[in-house]
């Protein structure tokens, strides 16, 4: 257990839904990031946030939008979902700066069928 | 992960070294990553070293730097078939708030 966790761990809807993607960081860890990875495009950064405000954007999509709340959790929406959209998405989180890297979560697979 | 190389796929004999290669392209790279991702899991990380270190050895896992080349190479000797897996290197830059830039992973293959 890294200490990072994401709800649900698996998630199959059909075109044209939304659907939301919960992760807790690790305590004391503040910042929090979202991130794609499929099987043609690898691993995607899409969003980060540093204690509830947006630090910086990726290659996140309009249809795509996340929030951090006070409880230092996060959300990543995802609307109008599209065939392609079919991914793991990963949520990591980190304390302030340093040697520490990310903690990544398991992730959730989300299938768009 | 534009300014982080590496090769795709390795293949390795059980019991063999393995040897995955990366190359950045950011000289002012504060840390250097590796992290590992077995099937159906999230990123492990499995070591990392500070730019101003040459070489580190964890256990089975050598991490050797090449900063004149920006080259970062990680070993893994007496490779076991639980190896078999995608291999991420990363680099962090301090004046980019830590933040870490990925390459698009290594996936070894163990062979018996």
């Known amino acids: 257990d890294s200490g990072v966790t994401q709800t649900p761990k698996h998630l199959i809807t059909a075109t044209g839904q939304r659907v939301t993607l919960r992760c807790s960081p690790r305590?004391?860890?503040?910042?929090v990031y979202w991130y794609q990875q499929s099987l043609d495009q690898g691993l995607q950064f899409l969003i980060q946030y540093y204690n509830g405000e947006e630090r910086a954007k990726g290659n996140i999509l309009e249809r795509f939008s996340a929030q951090q709340f006070p409880d230092l959790h996060s959300e990543l929406n995802l609307s109008s979902l599209e065939l392609g959209d079919s991914a793991l998405y990963f949520c990591a989180s980190s304390t302030t700066g340093g040697a520490g890297g990310y903690t990544f979560g398991s992730g959730t697979r989300l299938t768009v069928v | 992960g534009e300014d982080v190389e590496q090769s795709l796929f390795l293949s390795v004999r059980e019991g063999d070294s393995s040897v995955i290669n990366c190359t950045y392209t950011?000289?002012?790279?504060?840390?250097l990553y590796w992290y590992k991702q077995e099937p159906g899991a999230g990123l492990q990380l499995l070591t990392y070293?500070?730019?101003?270190?040459d070489m580190k050895q964890d256990q089975r896992l050598t991490v050797l730097l090449n900063k004149k080349d920006k080259h970062l190479s990680l070993r893994i000797a007496d490779t076991q078939t639980g190896d078999s897996a995608i291999y991420f290197c990363a680099e962090s830059i301090r004046s980019n708030d830590y933040k870490l830039s990925f390459g698009a992973g290594t996936t070894v293959t163990v062979r018996a």
């Open positions: 070293i500070f730019s101003n270190m």
């Open positions: 950011d000289s002012s790279s504060t840390y």
């Open positions: 305590s004391g860890d503040l910042s």
